[in-house]
Structure formats: structure tokens, C-alpha cells
């Protein structure tokens, strides 16, 4: 029986899809990525975000009507179980976030079962722990990879219910990592994505103090590899050593994804965040890393947010001139800390804050770009248009969330390699070259 595997939300979901299908491959099931070419069809959701929920149930509706044999995984088995069951009656089976080991239990069942037949592996409690005898399936293989370093969570920000779905925060073994990495370079990759809730807590759960550096200079040292990507940098943990050991490591890239959330005080504190001073952290990265690029997000809209405390944060953005940038509207969510709070703000208020950041950021962004201009940089390359361009990204560009370089050449190239190019123009968020 054929097994197809959809996946939904974000990069660390990517790599829990890769490994169910490393785990159902390992164990003797046939994959296939075409949907309709499969009986059984597990469907990995999001649950972050109410948007992210409707489409994981579209997706799901959509597999039932088409009498799909679906098994729900993830993070919305794990947070409406129960819900989840009643509402879809025909769903063949769940896996909850810290049960993907349990895929295959809950695919031979539902495959040598009747279609009334129901199995769910979801624990009461979700730990998540890494499956570390697992060889990931990947399901886009490229220049670049994601790795995941840690799961869960111990922050508890007052909009987010990822600690409830995913568990207490858990580093994997570094020896596991630099064999993952390495083994990913074998197959070709040149760019590796570090990845967790917050990659820059890695380790103080195993070895008892902050161990992002020491990965990072042992990653440095794989042969091959291009660049180290870290994304998902909490404010509080981007001390002295992470930061010189960034601008020393000639194999990281002078990037830095450090969601704020905000830069108002009061809000900071109702969010459960950081209240520090985050244009002296941004300014001691600048001067520390040199020529690097820095991607925040915020959350605009949050319970009791005044149009005085939007503007100071409109005003903190105009001035800190962040190189990447994600604007969120608060999401309304169940058992969040913030979603009894007094003072929800109206849809149309949040969209219209969110539209006022964003236009900003744009042309924040373009000024950024047109530095560029007359500059030779290296760049990844991704693959081609369909009209012949060559599709990379620079060293300041993360995969699938910043802009692309666009280059012209006769020279043949592959996904993977490392071009110099001469940037000759640029638009709100891509840059426009040729090879040199």
C-alpha cells in the first residue's frame, strides 16, 4: 500500500515529515510523493497560528472527500485530539508531535485495518526527543538542508502554545549532529540550516552552558560545506562568545535571525519576553560582525497594545533599519497565556499596523539592496527560471523566507555551487547580476 506524506508549517516540521518517512521507509513501506498515487496519506500540521490550523484542515477535508485513508501527525493531532476526531469521523488515524516514532505502528494498523478502524499514538504529555537511528527521507533535496539541533521548549511567551505541543527543551548529542551534517554533505549539500525553538539554547541542557559555539566550530571543519546557517536566535542568549565565534567562523554566514517580538517595554513584559535594550544588542552585533544581515519579526496588535506603543515601535524599525524583517498579527489562540487578556485589538486595527510596518520595511529593504549595486558577491546557486536565468541566493538570504539573486551566464552550473556575482540591480527584496 503507498504512502504520501503532506506537510505543513514550518522548517522544524519538514524535518519531523523526513523522518516519518525515513522511519515508514526503513521498515519496508513503499513512499510516494504524488498524493493520488496513494491510499494512505499523512498529513503533518501547524498549529502555531489559526490560519495555519484552516489550512491543515483544508487539507485534510480535501484527502476524506477524496476517500484518502488520512492520518493526522503533529501539532494539530497533539493540541485537538479529541476535537479533531469528532469533527472529522472519517480520519484513519493520529500521531501526535513527540510520537513520529510510532508512524509505523499507526500505518499497519490503518493498512490492514477496515476504514472504520481508528488508531491514535498521542501522549498526554509530549516530549519530544530526536529519533537519532533515523536516516532522514528528505523530500527536497537541494544546496541547502535544514538540521534540527533541539525540540521543545522551556520559554513560555504569552501568544505561544509550542511548549504545550512540543515539551521541555532537548538538545541532541553533538557527536549526532556532526554526523548528520557530514553525511548531508556526502549527498551533495553545501549549505546546512540550524534549527530548533531557540538554536542559540543548544546545549545547557546536556553539557550545562550555552554550546552553540563549540557546534559551530566543529561544523566549521566538514570539508565541503559551504555555509552554517543559524536561524531562530533568542535576544538573551546572543552573548559575546556566540557573537565572536559568528564573525570569526569564515563558514558561517554573517546572518543573524533574531525575532524581537516588539520593542515597547510594557508589551515585552505582557508578552513574557526579554525587556532589554535591543537597539545596544543590535548595535554591538553590527560593530562585532561585520557587513551582517539581520532578520527580526514582530507581533503587531498584541492585547493592550496602544497606538502610542505601535508608534514606538514603527519608530524603532525606522531607525534600526533591520536587513530582513516578518510582521505578524497577533493571533487569537486558545491556551496561551494572552488569550484571556483584557483589550483584544479589532482585526482591522492589527491589519492595518502590520500593513504600516510592512510598507516601511519595504523601502527600508530596496535602500538596503541598492548597496549592493556595483558589488561581487558569492552566492549559492538554487536552479534555473524557466527563461534561463540562474536562481541563487546571496550569503545574507536564509532558503524559502529572504530574496533571491537572479544572475545571467553561459556558464553551466548546479545547485549547490558557490558563484561570485556582480550585482548590477536591485528591487524591493531580489538582486539582479551576472556571473563573473
Known sequence: MKIALLNHGCAKNLVDSE????????????????????????????????????????????????????????????????????AIPELAGMVGTSDIADIVEVVDKVSNGK??????????????????????????????????????????CGYCIIPQLRGEYHSRPLENIIEEAKGLVAKGVTEIDLIAQDTTGYGIDLYGKNSLPVLLEELDKIDGLGWIRVMYAY?????????????????VAKYIDIPLQHSNSEILKAMRRPVMDYEELIKKIRDKIPDVAIRTAFIVGYPGETDEQFEELYNFVEKIKFDKMGVFEYSHEKNTASYDMQNQIPAKIKKARRNRLMALQKNISREINKKYIGKTIPCIVEGYTDDGLIIMRSEYDAPEIDGLVYAKSEKNVVPGDFENVLINNADYYDLFGKLV
Open 19 to 86: 523522518l516519518m518517512l525515513g522511519i515508514l521507509s526503513q521498515r519496508g513501506h513503499e513512499i510516494t510523493l504524488d498524493e493520488n498515487d496513494a491510499e494512505i496519506v499523512v498529513v503533518n500540521t501547524c498549529s502555531f497560528i489559526h490560519d495555519a490550523e484552516k489550512e491543515s484542515v483544508q487539507a485534510i477535508l480535501r484527502l476524506v472527500q477524496e476517500k484518502k485513508k488520512v492520518i493526522v501527525a503533529g501539532c494539530l493531532a497533539q493540541k485537538y485530539k479529541d476535537e479533531l476526531k469528532k
Open 115 to 156: 476504514r472504520k478502524d481508528y488508531i491514535a499514538r498521542i501522549s498526554e504529555k509530549p516530549d519530544y526527543i530526536y529519533p537519532e537511528n533515523i536516516e532522514r527521507q528528505q523530500i527536497t533535496v537541494g544546496a541547502s538542508s535544514y538540521i534540527k539541533i533541539a525540540d521543545g521548549c522551556n520559554y513560555h
Open 235 to 251: 535576544p538573551t542568549q546572543m552573548n559575546d562568545e556566540l557573537i565572536e565565534t559568528i564573525a570569526r567562523l569564515k563558514k
